[in-house]
């Protein structure tokens, strides 16, 4: 069964960091490009970033550019997000989904973020 | 940005639900929809505004290109209450519609 599954969610104060990781199963992680995907309480979904398989290419949501670094070890099938200056507005779920040909195919179940005093 | 309407609906089991999600710019047919059932995982139901996805059940449809594109649930099953949203793959930053809640 093609899986992911995010980890390194928590709670941290706001100005902290975190580096979450999405570990997969399944399938061959190198072939796919991957997005990180974040859902606040109650509200929709919001596009966070985006990196090609071999990290050539790698996109941002103007909301955690500067911030925020997407990366991929593919021989450890997994990839991560690490988050730097990190404010009330960044709490929420975060999602790991698989980028097939242009459509989210996979996704992890999520790993929560919190930022709060 | 992707506009989806309602935002909400009510409806009865068998009912047919149409949900319409419209693109402030021309995406061709570059739309996904998902379903998500709280605390999930959102669901990929349909890609490129027409093509079901594996294992997605046929009442499940999706039409439109340019700007404006809709989701239709021929017959509402208990499973199907949930929240749909649509997605533009068209420009490289993948932006979601608001969502629709179905609820009884």
């Known amino acids: 069964e093609e899986q992911l599954v995010e980890s390194g969610g928590g709670l941290v104060q706001p100005g902290g960091s975190l580096r979450l990781s999405c570990a997969a199963s399944g399938f061959t992680l190198s072939g796919y490009s991957m997005n990180w995907v974040r859902q606040a309480p109650g509200k929709g979904l919001e596009w966070v970033s985006y990196?090609?398989?071999?990290?050539?290419?790698?996109y941002y949501a103007n909301s955690v550019k500067g911030r925020f670094t997407i990366s991929r070890d593919n021989a450890k099938n997994s990839v991560y997000l690490q988050m730097n200056s990190l404010s009330a507005e960044d709490t929420a779920v975060y999602f790991c989904?698989?980028?097939?040909?242009?459509?989210?195919?996979?996704w992890g179940e999520g790993t929560t973020v919190t930022v709060s005093s | 940005q992707m506009t989806q309407s309602p935002s909400s609906l009510s409806a009865s089991v068998g009912d047919r639900v149409t949900i319409t999600c419209r693109s402030s710019?021309?995406?061709?047919?570059?739309l996904n929809w998902y379903q998500q059932k709280p605390g999930k995982a959102p669901r990929l139901l349909i890609y490129s505004a027409s093509s079901l996805h594996t294992g997605v059940p046929s009442r499940f449809s999706g039409s439109g290109s340019g700007t404006d594109f809709t989701l239709t649930i021929s017959s509402l099953q208990p499973e199907d209450f949930a929240t749909y949203y649509c997605q533009q793959s068209y420009s490289t930053s993948l932006t979601f519609g608001g969502g629709t809640k179905v609820d009884i």
């Open positions: 990196i090609t398989t071999s990290s050539s290419t790698i």
């Open positions: 710019q021309i995406i061709a047919t570059y």
């Open positions: 989904a698989r980028d097939n040909r242009l459509m989210l195919d996979v």
